[in-house]
């Protein structure tokens, strides 16, 4: 029966929205300006963009030599600041497409 229950659980959740993300990031840039704010949710945010950062670099993006954790939270909160319209989605989507665009591997050339 117990098994039964675990097969019922969906297999892939995403934890995090893009808009819950932001608001994370928006506490990060807070509290790294002024050393006020909150705390733990800019903690959260920072854990969740690096953790992210972690798992896909040199997978689905090629960020070089030298890139500092606090670029990666630049890049991740000036994507997500263009693209409002996308905070609903999974933020490990909309991680992963802000860090592609940033830091494209090299690779063959389109010809148009």
Known sequence: MALLMLTALPANADFLSGSELKKMLDAYSMVSKTNTGKRLEAGEGLGYVSGVWDTQYYVT?????GVLQSQAIAVADKWLSEN???W???AKTLLNEAFVAAF???GPQKKN
């Open 61 to 65: 993006f090629c960020p070089g030599r």
């Open 104 to 106: 494209p591997c090299p």
């Open 84 to 86: 409002p319209a996308r």
């Open 88 to 90: 609903n989605e999974p």
